[in-house]
């Protein structure tokens, strides 16, 4: 029973700390999506901020491994927020530049923030 208590607080401190996710859907064979990969790797900043604000997840449409929830219509490359098994904000088509994406995940971040309405307790 002991252990069961200390899994459970575990899991529940995990949770409070789960970094919202972003799906980047892109495909081997679109130049668009190589363009805007090669933008987010050359900011540093924007580099950081995924790293460290966000769990990142790559998925590539030429393996047919977009997952069933998404919205996904197509077109690549295409990006989705979730946090908390709930879509943050617009989902986004098309390229967009490194530093416009950078100011969107800072926003969405700050959104995060002031709308973190969790009850924390204190054993």
């Known amino acids: 029973m002991h252990f069961r208590l200390i899994l459970f607080i575990f899991l529940l401190v995990q949770s409070l700390h789960a970094k919202p996710i972003i799906y980047f859907i892109l495909s081997n064979d679109c130049p668009i999506c190589h363009n805007l990969m ?22 590539d449409t ?6 069933n929830f998404l919205p996904f219509e197509g077109t ?4 989705f927020i979730t946090n908390n098994d709930k879509f943050i904000g617009d989902s986004l088509k098309g390229y967009i530049p490194s530093n416009e994406l950078m100011r969107y995940l800072i926003d969405i971040k700050k959104y995060l923030n002031e709308n973190d309405k969790r009850t924390y307790y204190v054993f």
């Open 62 to 67: 030429m393996q047919n491994d977009v997952p």
């Open 38 to 59: 090669n933008d987010i790797k050359s900011n540093n900043n924007l580099k950081a901020l995924l790293t460290n604000e966000y769990q990142v997840k790559i998925i």
């Open 76 to 79: 690549v490359p295409a990006i």
